[in-house]
């Protein structure tokens, strides 16, 4: 890893040595690897630890043919299956409406759905450079693991960010403000890790195309090794505030030979000049 993220994991050191402060469930997942044949740490938990990207589960869906690599973090030593002659698809003008796996919300904020939809440009966070937060940063692109945390570092969009997660018991602290990362703490449950978050801002959201949430939002996340030597993820994200039912989102994640390469640097957009500030302008993760 260089550049950024190699200061990112030399805080993150630090940040072990010192200690910091800050586990919540669904869709199928993968089996999970028979125990014997799982690499495991010197305490016999699952060892996390490597850079990994994300590919789907399954077969690509129909209306993506180019390939199975997902999302803009397939990164170097990952066969993407996409045709380098291929034709870049081209754009919508604007979305008919929100894509596939978006949150289902209460029939009362439809509307407020459609207008953040529309005028992304206006609203979006994400455009401006900001932290796009849990769970829409999507999958960590490397894991270090240690006896009593476990840390996410992420090459995102907009930039560098990482996450320490502690494993030690510890709860939810008292005095968390809210963030985009919100406050996180996590257990094992067998070979599975659980990671639940709370203390999350409003200020970000859960996904492209005005998925909103509120200060009331809670993730989940479930990590575990599979039996074929990859890491699958799961989130869910509970906001009955909003949400009709908990958003469900799963990728399975396969390891990296080769380290990370630094992210580009977010140039923050000249949203006034941006096609129109009513107008979409995508800018999805995962």
């Avoid at 929100?98 to 207008?115: C, L």
């Avoid at 939809?117 to 999507?138: F, H, M, S, T, W």
């Avoid at 945390?149 to 968390?176: C, M, S």
Wanted: charged share 25%; hydrophobic share 35%.
């Amino acid at each position: 890893m260089r550049h950024t993220l190699l200061k990112a994991a030399a805080v993150l050191t630090l940040a072990v040595a010192v200690g910091t402060a800050p586990a919540i469930p669904q869709a199928p997942a993968a089996k999970t690897a028979p125990a014997a044949t799982i690499k495991r740490t010197a305490d016999g938990k699952p060892d996390l630890s490597g850079t990994w990207a994300f590919r789907l589960a399954g077969p690509p869906p129909k209306a993506d043919p180019r390939g199975l690599c997902v999302g803009v973090r397939c990164g170097p030593g990952v066969d993407t299956g996409l045709d380098p002659g291929a034709p870049a698809p081209t754009p919508a003008a604007a979305p008919a409406g929100p894509r596939v796996q978006f949150p289902n919300y209460k029939p009362e904020f439809k509307e407020k759905i459609a207008t953040l939809n529309k005028e992304q440009v206006k609203y979006d966070p994400a455009l401006r450079c900001g932290n796009p937060g849990i769970p829409r940063v999507g999958t960590p692109d490397k894991i270090i693991q240690t006896a009593d945390q476990v840390v996410f570092l992420y090459d995102d969009l907009n930039g560098a960010f990482w996450r320490i997660i502690p494993t030690d018991g510890r709860k939810h602290r008292e005095d968390a403000e809210e963030g985009p990362f919100g406050d996180s703490v996590g257990r094992w449950e067998g070979d599975k890790l659980i990671i639940e978050t709370v203390a999350l801002g409003e200020d970000t959201w859960l996904t492209d195309n005005g998925a909103f949430h509120t200060y009331n939002l809670k993730t989940i996340e479930e990590v575990s090794l599979n039996a074929n030597g990859g890491l699958d993820y799961k989130f869910t994200a509970n906001d009955p505030e909003v949400l009709a039912e908990p958003f469900v989102k799963q990728r399975t994640l396969v390891r990296n030979t080769k380290e990370l390469l630094q992210p580009p640097q977010c140039v923050e957009r000249s949203i006034d000049k941006m096609v129109g500030i009513e107008s979409y302008h995508p800018n999805p993760r995962w």
